[in-house]
């Protein structure tokens, strides 16, 4: 093979590589155990806020349905400024009304970068929905 070609496969090569790099994100090992499927729907909402405060996105992968992984940007994403940052959140209260398929928790968290939020303490919630599985987030935010 002629050197100039060796040359340009390794650099798109090495070009492919730094692409996947850039656009997963950057925390890729859970580092607790999923809760069993028996777990309360608070046990599991507790467990998926201290994952988005931890960027357990793994975890954060396997408590929800469909997939929230808003606290988890890729590298890429992080380097050009978007680093959303859930700190910390408060007690978790139901929402009165919730039904047996489906669990409504209000409390606050504290965030910084965020868009389209101020950096801060604000109000939030979680849905979280009855599967196969256990209790699963199956949505998050204001309103």
């Given at each position: 093979m002629k050197p100039r070609k060796v040359a340009l496969i390794?650099?798109?090569g090495i070009a492919i590589a730094a692409l996947v790099?850039?656009?997963?994100?950057t925390w890729i090992e859970s580092?607790?155990?999923?809760p069993p499927s028996n777990a309360s729907a608070r046990t599991v909402a507790r467990a998926f806020l201290h994952a988005a405060e931890r960027r357990d996105c793994p975890m954060m992968r396997a408590l929800s349905d469909p997939d929230d992984t808003r606290w988890c940007v890729s590298w890429l994403r992080n380097a050009l400024g978007?680093?959303?940052?859930?700190l910390s959140h408060g007690r978790l209260e139901?929402?009165?009304?919730?039904?047996?398929?489906?669990?409504?928790f209000t409390f606050t968290?504290?965030?910084?970068?965020?868009?389209?939020m101020e950096d801060g303490t604000d109000a939030w919630g979680l849905?979280?929905?009855?599967?196969?599985a256990g209790w699963r987030v199956s949505d998050e935010g204001t309103g």
């Open positions: 390794g650099a798109g790099a850039a656009l997963i994100p580092a607790a155990p999923v978007d680093d959303p940052r859930l139901v929402v009165p009304g919730s039904g047996a398929d489906e669990t409504d968290i504290t965030v910084r970068g965020v868009s389209g849905v979280l929905r009855s599967t196969s």
